[in-house]
């Protein structure tokens, strides 16, 4: 079954860019019918979505976070990447890259979406 | 953006209890509707999907249901292994947007 799982360094500086990997195996990334998520949570707190991927190279980020977020994909690698820019304390979470299942008939798709499966998660803490 | 609350934010239960978590949306999403578990230390999974199917895999006492702006989980019988927290989210729009967890302990 199709895994995933982070990768990129637990200790960023604030005002750097924090860079995450995640790195998909027993499927591919170019299948179709699914988005490549990124999902944080701050410690002890809910989770927030950060936007998503789709092979082609469609990206949606969350407002919230758009000015500071940039997500890519390399399907020769079966990755997608996360870079988020200008990081703060604030920042600070474990970071969860996820697939979003979801399905078109006919050119109209469904809003029948989920995230399944999740990575492990990584902890990006940022300080000085 | 949709916002969705859930509640309670922490149950204290037993095991065979039977509980419920409600969740709500800021506005009519129809049933467009997910359910996540989430163990410390673990990556959320999913339950349910679309308020009321369940995920292959996931044991027949959790169930979902609902529509519209009002949505709920049930556990018919806790076992051990259930106590973990548990977030809904939405689906009908981007942002995404999730509940802000209900924690389940144990009595």
């Known amino acids: 079954q199709v895994q995933l799982q982070e990768s990129g360094p637990g200790l960023v500086k604030p005002s750097q860019t924090l860079s995450l990997t995640c790195t998909v195996s027993?499927?591919?990334?170019?299948?179709?019918?699914?988005?490549w998520s990124w999902i944080r949570q701050h410690p002890g707190k809910g989770l927030e979505w950060i936007g998503y991927?789709?092979?082609?190279?469609?990206?949606y980020y969350n407002p919230s976070l758009k000015s500071r977020v940039t997500i890519s994909v390399d399907t020769s690698k079966n990755q997608f990447s996360l870079k988020l820019s200008s990081v703060t304390a604030a920042d600070t979470a474990v970071y969860y890259c996820?697939?979003?299942?979801?399905?078109?008939?006919?050119?109209?798709?469904?809003?029948?979406?989920?995230?399944?499966?999740w990575g492990q998660g990584t902890l990006v803490t940022v300080s000085s | 953006d949709i916002q969705m609350t859930q509640s309670p934010s922490s149950l204290s239960a037993s095991v065979g209890d039977r509980v419920t978590i409600t969740c709500r949306a800021s506005?009519?999403?129809?049933?467009?509707l997910n359910w996540y578990q989430q163990k410390p230390g673990k990556a959320p999974k999913l339950l349910i999907y679309?308020?009321?199917s369940l995920q292959s895999g996931v044991p027949s006492r959790f169930s979902g249901s609902g529509s519209g702006t009002d949505f709920t989980l049930t556990i018919s019988s806790l076992q051990p292994e259930d106590f973990a927290t548990y977030y809904c989210?939405?689906?009908?729009?981007?942002?995404?947007?999730f509940g802000q967890g209900t924690k389940l302990e144990i009595k």
């Open positions: 679309a308020a009321s």
């Open positions: 996820a697939r979003e299942y979801f399905s078109c008939t006919n050119g109209v798709c469904s809003l029948y979406n989920w995230f399944d499966p």
């Open positions: 991927i789709y092979y082609s190279g469609s990206t």
């Open positions: 506005q009519s999403i129809s049933s467009y």
């Open positions: 027993g499927g591919s990334i170019s299948s179709g019918g699914y988005y």
């Open positions: 989210q939405q689906s009908y729009s981007t942002p995404r947007a």
